[in-house]
């Protein structure tokens, strides 16, 4: 028989197999646009716009620098000419005043250029992981179900890290490299027009291959980035099941499959790395050779006396700094491809839009809250499934302060309805109420904001216990945390940890027993003070005396609220006000435990199974 989570999905949204994840991840990567340009680092101007002071500052000293390494040049040729060719002693020494003070407008220049732009680095790509990180989690759980969640992390790592080498250092050798080239191109124009046009003509031979290989060398980087993300997706899902893969031993072929995407990222980064080199040695080659064809004839200018020697040695000076600056624009060229790639990966999922999300005037729950839930006719497919429904006219109102319990066969659509009810899908067809609104028509923030959600297995974070109970509400005093632990009947064993709440719990709280998370996880959702409470097999995978005590916080914790309750254990749903039993989408029958056994139904049948006796 299929199990109610493969039905259903997971408690996250997710589909149940692995191999689907991986198929999801493939489709994913199918999608993506390959640019051949670097349009996508367009999306980078909005982050840098915000930080105009350092740009602007930048930019400036950028100019500044750029002119003084210019101005060095004409101050070596003012040692040249007027210090060694006329040999007195006064106009060396002014010569070289003059070089020494042009060297130290350099230093101060390029100094404050490199701060302002490294600055406005690190706080461009501070930015930009706050607003990827930001907005991947207003995205809904259907986002999730076709992108796995080691490749948003490689999106929030390793592509985000190839911005911050772009915008804190490749941004500003290639400005400055451009600068220099172009500056060092006019002033040569000006030293000697005749060794200037030879020049002219060489740079087109130069750049002609850089932008060619350059190419190939953006597309093998994406490659890398995509066998990389594999890789990264695949030990996120090892570690996040370990025990299950130690427990079937399979530690070895985990590590053989993970080692072999890390192989397989190695090698498309050693094909980028061959690429790279050959492209900077052919231009670099390209760029020295042609400086030497250029000395030989100015070599010769100044033996015909069309030149000085000073003249010559500036010249050369600028040839080689536009040389230089080409050599270097073919290596930064690769970083900004680099960048480009991994822009255009961030700009996907910045641009990603929630199919869940507010209307543009959403409508205001009533206040105070009553809690009372109205499901209308709804039909819901899951997305992929749109011929399964797992809801399929599903009918039901809930009172305020009603305790109701939802029961039935596994793949019945129970853990459906709170997923509806918390709005991470909308339905096909019907309607949700919530206080007489419709879900739809508000703010989905809201709505979750009246809900404390415990599930079977309901995730804590590492950090401390009281962080863990205040994650339900972040403005929740010492002593409302207290108050909920006590009522969650946790107090107790958090007060003997080492530190009391304040004792770190590890990551998960794997250093708590199964029955101290669930009571952990309950003190978080009763200080969050919801009038609605959601239970989702709260209590299932607990031992017996675990379960007595959870039941007891439980029971506590549904005074005074609207409770729907999921159970497969009927034992701990005989007091609910009201038993609604589910099968494949549909309510069946509804009523006490008495008046359902009486009937002889369904919920009849399930529970002679479980308590051991027929049906009257």
Do not use: C
């Not at 750049?207 to 997706?233: E, N, S």
């Not at 015909?304 to 040839?319: D, H, P, R």
């Not at 034992?571 to 006490?592: C, F, H, N, S, W």
């Amino acid at each position: 028989m299929t199990d109610v989570n493969a039905g259903e999905q997971k408690a996250d949204g997710r589909p149940g197999a692995g191999a689907e994840l991986v198929q999801g991840m493939a489709e994913a990567k199918a999608r993506r646009p390959r640019r051949k340009d670097i349009r996508p680092l367009v999306h980078l101007l909005p982050f840098v716009k915000a930080h105009k002071g350092d740009g602007f500052a930048a930019a400036f000293f950028l100019l500044f620098s750029t002119g003084a390494t210019l101005g060095l040049t004409a101050a070596f040729k003012e040692v040249i000419d007027h210090g060694f060719a006329k040999g007195a002693g006064a106009e060396i020494n002014s010569a070289f005043l003059g070089l020494g003070a042009v060297a130290m407008v350099l230093a101060i220049a390029t100094a404050l250029r490199f701060f302002f732009i490294t600055r406005l680095g690190e706080r461009v790509v501070a930015d930009v992981r706050r607003a990827l990180y930001g907005h991947t989690l207003t995205l809904d759980q259907q986002y999730f179900l076709k992108t796995r969640t080691g490749e948003v992390l490689s999106r929030l790592t390793t592509d985000v890290s190839l911005i911050e080498q772009l915008v804190g250092a490749s941004a500003s050798i290639a400005l400055r490299n451009i600068l220099s080239l172009v500056g060092g191109l006019g002033y040569m124009a000006v030293v000697s027009p005749k060794l200037a046009g030879f020049i002219v003509l060489m740079v087109p031979v130069i750049l002609a291959p850089m932008f060619l290989v350059g190419r190939r060398v953006r597309k093998l980087t994406v490659t890398a980035q995509d066998k990389f993300a594999d890789a990264v997706g695949y030990a996120g899902e090892s570690l996040d099941a370990l025990e299950t893969v130690q427990a079937f031993g399979r530690e070895r072929a985990s590590a053989g499959r993970f080692g072999g995407a890390v192989d397989e990222a190695y090698k498309a980064s050693v094909r980028r790395i061959t690429t790279r080199a050959s492209m900077t040695a052919m231009v670099i080659t390209l760029a020295f050779g042609g400086v030497t064809l250029l000395l030989w004839s100015g070599a010769r200018l100044v033996l015909a006396g069309e030149m000085t020697g000073g003249t010559l040695a500036q010249f050369a000076m600028l040839a080689v700094m536009a040389a230089g600056s080409i050599g270097a624009l073919g290596e930064v060229w690769g970083d900004v491809q680099k960048a480009s790639g991994a822009m255009d990966r961030i700009a996907e999922l910045l641009n990603a839009k929630p199919d869940i999300a507010a209307p543009p005037a959403p409508k205001t729950l009533p206040v105070p809250a009553q809690g009372a839930i109205a499901f209308e006719n709804v039909v819901f497919a899951y997305p992929g499934r749109p011929d399964l429904p797992a809801l399929n006219g599903f009918d039901l109102s809930v009172k305020p302060g009603e305790t109701v319990a939802l029961v039935g066969p596994s793949g019945a659509g129970k853990s459906t309805v709170l997923r509806l009810l918390l709005r991470f899908y909308d339905p096909q067809s019907g309607g949700i109420r919530l206080d007489g609104v419709d879900l739809r028509d508000a703010s989905p923030e809201e709505v979750r904001a009246r809900m404390a959600l415990v599930a079977q297995d309901s995730p804590l974070f590492s950090g401390s216990a009281m962080d863990n109970i205040r994650f339900g509400r972040a403005d929740a005093t010492e002593t409302e945390i207290h108050a909920a632990a006590d009522a969650a009947q946790a107090a107790g064993f958090l007060s003997a940890l080492p530190q009391g709440f304040d004792t770190p719990v590890g990551e998960r709280a794997k250093t708590l027993s199964g029955g101290q998370r669930q009571r952990l996880a309950i003190a978080r959702a009763l200080v969050r003070q919801a009038p609605i409470l959601l239970l989702d097999e709260a209590t299932s995978a607990l031992d017996a005396e675990s379960e007595r005590l959870v039941q007891q916080a439980l029971t506590a914790a549904m005074e005074g609220r609207t409770t729907l309750v999921i159970a497969h254990r009927l034992a701990t749903v005989l007091k609910a006000d009201r038993i609604v039993v589910m099968e494949e989408g549909k309510v069946v029958e509804q009523g006490t435990h008495a008046e359902l056994f009486a009937k002889g139904g369904l919920y009849a049948r399930l529970a002679s199974l479980q308590f051991g006796f027929e049906a009257a």
